[in-house]
């Protein structure tokens, strides 16, 4: 696609509950990041796929967070029994991989997930 | 352990006027790149400008300008002719060319609201 789309736009949950948050990258992008940002706050790094493969998931806060990538292309982050300090905007991101020149990131618009 | 420091929370500019946003980096690596990002209501993050760290000519794109002091590890971004589209959280980034298991994560400041008067 032209742009990263995320869905859904906003989710709000229960506590415990799972839920799932869907990233589709630009199309020929190998590279795809999950970031988190709380209210006010910076990024937080979470993940990064290179293709199938996730080279780095030292971000993911705990065994509540899971993400999966396939085809090279879309991915979700699964978090599961939510709780609510994971009331967050979850932001993907995904970059071309020019042998070792870094262009920046192309953002989606994120998930603003509630948990009440 | 690599950081992004923004010391403005919030900075504030009359429109047409030029403001600056302050930026300090903290890195061993030599092979390095930096980014601005802009981040409007709307959530989705804009790159606005990007430098590599190699490159000694500061970067520009229109009315955006970076002074990189690759010594002082400082990357301001400056904003001339202030318009009110310009209104936005604005992140300071940067990227470590250095292998490994981190290689592609970037490294954000904690931003700062510009807020543009008419």
């Known amino acids: 696609g032209a742009g990263v789309s995320q869905s859904p736009s906003n989710k709000v949950t229960e506590k415990g509950k799972d839920v799932e948050l869907r990233c589709d990258p630009i199309?020929?992008?190998?590279?795809l990041y999950w970031y988190r940002q709380s209210l006010g706050q910076g990024l937080e790094f979470l993940i990064y796929?290179?293709?199938?493969?996730?080279?780095?998931k030292s971000g993911l806060p705990s065994d509540r967070f899971s993400a999966e990538r396939t085809g090279g292309s879309v991915s979700t982050l699964t978090i599961q029994r939510t709780q609510q300090e994971d009331s967050a905007v979850y932001l993907c991101?995904?970059?071309?991989?020019?042998?070792?020149?870094?262009?920046?990131?192309?953002f989606g618009s994120g998930t603003r997930l509630t948990v009440v | 352990a690599q950081t992004v420091t923004q010391s403005q929370p919030e900075m504030s500019v009359q429109e047409a006027e030029t403001v600056t946003l302050s930026c300090t980096y903290d890195?061993?690596?030599?092979?390095?790149?930096l980014f601005w990002y802009k981040q409007p209501p709307s959530r989705q993050m804009i790159l606005v400008i990007r430098?590599?760290?190699?490159?000694?000519q500061n970067a520009t794109e229109n009315r955006f300008s970076v002074n990189f002091q690759k010594a002082a590890k400082s990357f301001s971004l400056k904003i001339s002719d202030s318009q009110l589209g310009d209104a936005a959280m604005y992140f300071c980034?940067?990227?470590?060319?250095?292998?490994?298991?981190?290689?592609?994560?970037?490294?954000f400041g904690q931003g700062t609201i510009l807020t543009v008067h008419p």
């Open positions: 890195t061993s690596e030599s092979d390095y790149y």
């Open positions: 430098q590599e760290a190699y490159k000694q």
């Open positions: 980034a940067y990227y470590v060319n250095a292998g490994g298991t981190s290689y592609g994560k970037l490294t």
């Open positions: 796929f290179q293709g199938n493969s996730a080279p780095d």
């Open positions: 991101a995904s970059s071309p991989w020019v042998g070792r020149r870094n262009y920046g990131y192309t």
């Open positions: 199309s020929g992008h190998t590279a």
